[in-house]
């Protein structure tokens, strides 16, 4: 069974811009979930979506959005970047939460 | 969701087992404790959780006590691989997002 796939693998950015990450769930799954992770805050919650509608949100400022399509796959776009976007983003999924989140292996995004 | 409270760092020999606690003293009855945990520069890997019964399974086992304010996870024969940050986290069965916590850096030593 393969698992979550998250593309690219690695990103550089300049302030100002937008980025968009993918992340393919594993088959079956309908949960997606985003994570950043940075040295200074550690791992927090993005957002989740479940069948195409956000489920969850986390605090973070409307610059980070995303959406889910009717195959699972789901991308998140952060606008005009900031260098304090510069992190790990990591997705992950699940059959409906109850057996554990499967996390990819991330995106890492460094904005200069 | 109930927080957690791990020690920031923790050493275990290669070969033995390595015992990993949690307190989770506010925790509501519906919620689970659940153990991932990340090696450097990878994802969170799911190890296990439970409700309030041990449970087991090929890479850990979880002992939560009585009264289920903290848990335990125990690797068996710790290997140089499982040196790691993990990370306990409760939630309900059917809610929430993670909420990671600082972790317990293990560091497994020849």
Request: net charge positive; aromatic share 10%; hydrophobic share 30%.
């Amino acid at each position: 069974k393969a698992g979550v796939t998250q593309t690219p693998r690695y990103l550089i950015k300049t302030r100002g811009q937008q980025v968009t990450l993918s992340c393919s769930p594993i088959s079956g799954h309908r949960s997606v979930s985003w994570y950043q992770q940075t040295p200074g805050q550690g791992l927090q919650f993005l957002f989740e979506y479940f069948s195409e509608t956000q489920r969850n949100k986390g605090n973070f400022p409307g610059r980070f959005s995303g959406r889910q399509f009717s195959n699972s796959r789901s991308e998140m776009n952060v606008s005009t970047l900031e260098l304090g976007d510069s992190a790990l983003y990591l997705c992950a999924s699940s059959e409906d939460r109850v057996y554990g989140y499967t996390f990819g292996s991330g995106t890492r995004l460094t904005v200069v | 969701d109930a927080k957690t409270t791990q020690p920031t760092s923790m050493d275990c020999a290669e070969g033995r087992a390595a015992n990993l606690p949690c307190n989770h003293s506010t925790i509501s009855g519906n919620e689970y404790v659940y153990w991932y945990r990340q090696i450097h520069s990878q994802g969170p890997q799911y190890i296990i959780h439970g409700l309030k019964n041990n449970e087991t399974n090929e890479m850990a086992s979880l002992i939560i006590t009585e009264d289920r304010k903290s848990s335990t996870l125990i690797l068996p024969h710790a290997t140089l691989r499982d040196t790691a940050v993990y990370y306990c986290i409760v939630i309900p069965n059917a809610g929430n997002m993670l909420t990671f916590g600082g972790g317990t850096r293990l560091m497994v030593k020849p």
